[in-house]
């Protein structure tokens, strides 16, 4: 990615991925019941504490995984969440490299036990499993170019306004809903999105904020912004679908402590500041801190 959490339906209906959106879009695999279950010994919180690992799908995508060429070291919102619940479990946390396309068959496969910041989709819910708890929140926002100043989605619905957004994406559909008078540019990856914003045929360019956060960082130009009213969406952690429900129910109180501690937050924003972006500067991933 407005969504409520009173009941596991609504939850698991809520929202798309952002940030790799297009990629993640690919990684609604479906299975039938009898093959989603068929790794059940192996996908229960006994048998990750008997294991003394906790098996983490990393796929490179920031600020949710990142991976150090020179040191080998995974770090990330994603990686860092994961270290943290391995932590509570005391077990040691291990990475499995994934790609997010493949990621929902792998957990089906049990090649390992989590993968973290990937939102709950009714496809993917066929095939894995998701905390009810979110895992953070974000929301849909803007990177306005230097000089363009605006707060809401209606003073830039008009003609005049530019805005940028990749092509298929959840963003994608809810500014052609949302900003019918203005003019829409679709591009195929954010990258490409990127270098027209920087030749200037842009005044802004909609993603989820945590992917604007990064992609401004590598423009070095323009400021986030988070349009009213709000348009919301809670991310979660993926699990194998099996008959014991020990794990799947164990990790949704624990990203419930995390988050309603400010453990997610900090775990964010330490990754922020390794990859030298300042984090009072960057809209927050609980939306408790934003602005109504």
């Known amino acids: 990615m407005t ?5 596991r339906r609504a939850f698991l209906t809520a929202g798309s991925l952002m940030g790799a959106t297009a990629a993640l879009a690919a990684s609604s ?11 059940d010994a192996g996908g229960s919180l006994k048998a990750i504490r008997d294991r003394g690992e ?3 799908g990393v796929a490179p995508g920031e600020p949710w995984f990142y991976k150090d060429q020179r040191s080998g070291e995974w770090y990330g919102l994603g990686w860092g969440l994961g270290v943290a619940v391995a932590k509570e479990l005391g077990v040691k946390p291990v990475p499995v490299e994934t790609t997010w396309g493949n990621a929902v068959a792998a957990l089906q496969a049990g090649q390992f036990d989590v993968m973290f910041t990937m939102d709950a989709t009714p496809q993917r819910a066929l095939a894995v499993d998701f905390p009810v708890q979110p895992m953070f929140w974000y929301a849909q926002g803007v990177l306005l170019a230097d000089g363009v100043s605006v707060t809401s989605w209606e003073e830039m619905n008009k003609p005049e306004f530019r805005i940028g957004v990749v092509l298929g994406t959840s963003p994608d ?6 900003l019918p008078k203005a003019t829409i540019e679709r591009f195929p990856s ?7 914003f920087i030749a200037g045929r842009m005044d802004g360019i909609s993603l989820f904020h945590p992917a604007l956060v990064m ?8 400021k986030v912004i988070l349009p009213q009213p709000l348009r919301e969406s809670p991310s979660s952690a993926a699990v194998p679908n099996v008959a014991d429900k020990s794990w799947r129910d164990w990790l949704g109180v624990c990203l419930a402590y995390f988050y309603a501690t400010g453990q997610t937050q900090k775990i964010f ?7 030298g ?7 927050a991933i609980m939306r408790e801190r934003w602005k109504s």
């Open 3 to 7: 969504e409520q959490l009173g009941n």
């Open 29 to 39: 695999v479906v299975a039938t019941p009898g093959s989603a279950l068929a790794q």
């Open 54 to 56: 906790l098996r983490i």
């Open 173 to 178: 559909r809810d500014i052609t809903v949302r």
């Open 190 to 196: 954010a990258d490409e999105t990127g270098a027209a």
């Open 215 to 222: 992609l401004q960082s590598r423009l070095k130009r323009g």
């Open 269 to 275: 924003e330490d990754y922020l500041a390794f990859r």
């Open 277 to 283: 972006i300042d984090p009072a500067a960057t809209p």
